[in-house]
């Protein structure tokens, strides 16, 4: 399959974000490879999935993701923002959405921190991953560099993903000394020559976030293996079952 779809915080253009929901909404794509999801921890150090370090804009309350126990995080209701046919919908454990995907998808699992943040982090995703045989079908990314290295460090069988939404000149260099096979980049960043240098050097690429049908087309023109991902998995069937 070209251009694999990745369910950006699971499908959540159709259901909330990083919820069980959007997860399962993801899955009932056929066509749907990849689950991309955030990562933080509790306060008592439980993997908790959620994008924003504040509660605020998913879950409707102050305060943040790391002051509270992840049994008071699940008691929070992370879908009636969405739509009040979501109310209810809890904050995943990490734990949680390995076992609902083990088998059906792929996951590029982002951690949220930098400078040292939510210390430990990095262990306890790995030994998540390991205790379901996951290593292999999953890649652990982040904008933080060192958080990466210390992945590699713990497990160098799980593949590592730099995010970033820029194109510097030195990004290659910058690939290979954090040892990182996987690239998740802002979409607009990606050209053919970009592209070409990338993808020789064994590193696969996915190009976020990518909604609109027209930038879908544009990036499988590029180059197939561009992994695209979406909010609407929806879109990108329309896109490519129409043959691009």
């Given amino acids: 399959m070209n251009n694999w779809c990745v369910a950006h915080r699971g499908a959540s253009g159709e259901a909330p974000e990083n919820t069980m929901g959007a997860f399962r909404q993801a899955m009932a794509y056929d066509t749907v490879q990849w689950i991309e999801l955030d990562v933080q921890l509790s306060r008592d150090g439980i993997a908790v999935v959620i994008h924003d370090d504040k509660l605020q804009r998913t879950a409707g309350v102050k305060g943040f993701v790391g002051e509270k126990t992840a049994e008071e995080l699940q008691r929070l209701d992370a879908g009636r923002w969405f739509g009040k046919s979501f109310a209810g919908e809890r904050i995943p454990l990490l734990e949680e959405v390995l076992e609902a995907t083990s ?61 970033i939404d820029a194109a510097p000149p030195s990004l290659l260099d910058e690939l290979q000394r954090l040892d990182c096979g996987f690239l ?7 050209n053919a020559q970009r592209m070409e240098a990338i993808k020789g ?44």
């Fill in 184 to 190: 998740s980049i802002g979409y607009r960043h990606l």
């Fill in 103 to 163: 088998g059906r998808c792929r996951l590029n699992v982002e951690l949220k921190t930098y400078g040292g943040r939510y210390p430990g982090i990095e262990q306890t995703v790995v030994e998540l991953l390991h205790a379901r045989a996951l290593q292999h079908d999953a890649v652990i990314t982040s904008f933080d560099g060192e958080s990466l290295r210390r992945v590699r460090a713990i497990s160098p069988d799980i593949r590592t993903g730099l995010i």
């Fill in 201 to 244: 050097a064994g590193i696969e690429t996915m190009a976020w976030t990518v909604n609109d049908p027209a930038a879908m087309r544009k990036l499988a023109a590029i180059d197939p293996d561009i992994m695209i991902c979406t909010n609407y998995p929806d879109r990108w069937e329309q896109v490519f079952a129409a043959g691009i």
